[in-house]
């Protein structure tokens, strides 16, 4: 037996991580820490080529590392959804203005006269080029952070997600987990349906097809919910343990403050002026926020079957998003004037070379996490 596939890219693939399966698994979260540092890049820049950069890295991980799964195919659906922002973003600049001034003026709409009290608000009237691109750079940068965690929701199972989440959390993690599960469970439906009318020969298209399949979704989803909310019950969801009152008290002030410095920590990082302040308020509120929540979860009656561990794996994966999420707002505090590309006299934007490779880091996940069963390709042998 002669093996002509060892040198292809998928046998190093191979080579490089592990055939995924229970035991050696990515944790969850890995992916949303790598998504979510990907999108914390893209909020910190509003060059088109280096959003570009971010989205080709999203998906190419995507793209080698998905599986089969229903939540698996909703990356194209946020890639829609980000084109769609782009578009309205655009609409809104030339139906509304731009407060970028231009002298490249394309086309003047008719503008509509409007009362003393909405002074600086205006409909129609002069179109120009700066205040076109400044609307696709803002757009294109909403876009890239929509899809970056798009990447997130394709990678990650939501029900092992729920599984690692702290007791404190466990309800509201399973309201969020149905909410996600909802929109593909709905689409499986409709193609089963519309499949089963084509064999019957009967239309599954127009507004005939879509009335006649509806009424059996709606039915689906109605005995899911009912199935769902018997199994719940059967397990004992929303009963809690007993705790002192001191307790209670200081997980909500934990929690509460650990939240509120988790956001005007967040907010910090995202604006340019309040990088000093963001980090340690940012790293201050997670701990009370993980303090809250580890004190809540006594609450919570509950056990975990094979929980979902942290490896060198996961920690790999994490840690290529939080690196680039890192330099990036490294650069940006470093003023690197190629990060926001002037429109005020109209320039081509430039790709700046260190934050360029700060961005390729986040290839990492493709060459170190588990490769799923299912889209591992086959090396074809021949008999010699």
Not at 182 to 192: G, K, S, W
């Amino acid at each position: 037996m002669t093996d002509h596939g060892s040198g292809t890219p998928g046998a190093l693939g191979r080579r490089l991580a592990p055939a995924a399966h229970r035991s050696n698994a990515l944790h969850p979260g890995a992916w949303w820490i790598w998504a979510l540092g990907l999108g914390t890049a893209a909020s910190r820049t509003t060059n088109p080529l280096l959003i570009g950069l971010l989205i080709g890295v999203a998906g190419y991980v995507v793209a080698a590392r998905r599986t089969s799964a229903p939540w698996a195919k909703s990356y194209g659906a946020f890639v829609k959804l980000g084109l769609l922002v782009i578009g309205i973003r655009l609409v809104f600049a030339i139906v509304l203005g731009s407060p970028i001034p231009g002298t490249h003026v394309l086309v003047t709409l008719p503008e509509v006269p409007l009362p003393d009290w909405a002074r600086g608000v205006r409909i129609g009237g002069r179109v120009t080029a700066e205040g076109l691109l400044f609307a696709l750079y803002d757009g294109i940068r909403l876009a890239g952070l929509l899809i970056c965690v798009g990447a997130a929701n394709a990678l990650a199972s939501p029900a092992r997600l729920l599984k690692s989440l702290p007791g404190a959390l466990y309800e509201a993690g399973v309201a969020v987990v149905v909410a996600m599960t909802f929109a593909p469970n709905l689409i499986t439906d409709v193609q089963r349906l519309r499949a089963a009318r084509r064999l019957r020969g009967r239309p599954d298209k127009g507004v005939r097809g879509l009335l006649q399949v509806g009424l059996p979704v709606l039915e689906g989803a109605l005995e899911r919910s009912v199935a769902l909310a018997a199994a719940m019950d059967a397990r004992g969801f929303g009963r809690s343990a007993a705790v002192p009152a001191g307790v209670r008290r200081a997980t909500t002030v934990l929690t509460l403050g650990g939240l509120m410095g988790v956001c005007v920590g967040t907010y910090g990082l995202l604006t340019a002026q309040g990088a000093a302040y963001g980090l340690p308020v940012l790293a201050v509120g997670l701990l009370a926020a993980l303090g809250g929540l580890r004190l809540g979860g006594r609450r919570a009656v509950r056990t975990r079957y094979r929980p979902d561990r942290w490896g060198a794996r996961a920690w790999a994966v994490a840690g290529s998003g939080i690196a680039v999420a890192g330099l990036m707002i490294l650069a940006s505090s470093y003023g690197v004037a190629a990060l926001q590309p002037g429109v005020v006299p109209l320039v081509a934007p430039t790709l700046p070379l260190w934050p360029a490779a700060a961005v390729l880091i986040g290839l990492l996940p493709a060459f170190v996490a588990p490769v799923p069963a299912d889209s591992s390709p086959t090396v074809p042998k021949e008999t010699s």
